[in-house]
């Protein structure tokens, strides 16, 4: 279990720093904006690495709560569509001109699915930190009005639709293969 917390305290650092402008901007002038990157993308990629390995490793722990039958029912449909506006997220679309910020909502949507299907103290912790990341980063987006401007285009909105059902299709299918659980009756 401490692989995957200290998986998570190193992915998110890097995440939260834009909520202090300051202490970036310190960062970026240190190591110029390359620099800052870099090293935000090495940091990033190691705990992302740590929160796989962590979370394939750790014990699950004992049951915190009972998974909600709801949440496994609606599962596949909050994935579709967290998984479109993953899509979206970086894409001229109409669809990320309405929401603003379609990665973080769909962070939200996946960690707070996944964290009501489980109910065991490995998932806790890995959803539990997601989830309270998404709801802290989007109220901070929110308050400093981050946003991206530029001209929405209906074809970044079919493309981000495409695939972002056909990553939902696939991760649905290969779930169990890729995390031990089966969530679709067509999964292998």
């Known amino acids: 279990m401490s692989v995957l917390v200290v998986g998570l305290a190193l992915f998110f650092l890097p995440h939260l720093l834009p909520m ?6 310190a960062l970026v002038a240190r190591w110029d904006e ?13 705990g992302l690495v740590l929160i796989v390995v ?18 496994r029912v609606l599962a596949p449909w909050a994935m579709l569509l967290a998984f479109i506006l993953f899509a979206s997220s970086h894409a001229p679309s109409h669809m990320r001109a309405a929401v603003k910020h379609p990665m973080l909502l769909g962070l939200l949507i996946w960690s707070a699915v996944h964290l009501a299907a489980n109910g065991d103290l490995r998932g806790t912790v890995l959803f539990g930190a997601f989830f309270a990341y998404s709801i802290v980063d989007l109220v901070s987006v929110l308050h400093r009005g981050a946003a991206a401007s530029f001209a929405p285009r209906g074809r970044a909105d079919l ?3 495409a695939a972002g059902v056909v ?3 696939l991760v649905m299918i290969f779930h169990r293969l890729l995390f031990g659980t089966a969530v679709v009756p067509f999964g292998v």
């Open 20 to 25: 202090f402008p300051g202490r970036r901007a």
């Open 167 to 169: 990553a939902a299709l």
């Open 34 to 46: 390359r620099g800052y990157r870099g090293g935000f993308s090495l940091v990033s990629a190691v």
């Open 54 to 71: 962590g979370y394939a490793y750790a014990d699950r722990g004992p049951q915190l709560f009972a998974p909600l039958a709801a949440a």
């Open 159 to 161: 493309i981000s639709m």
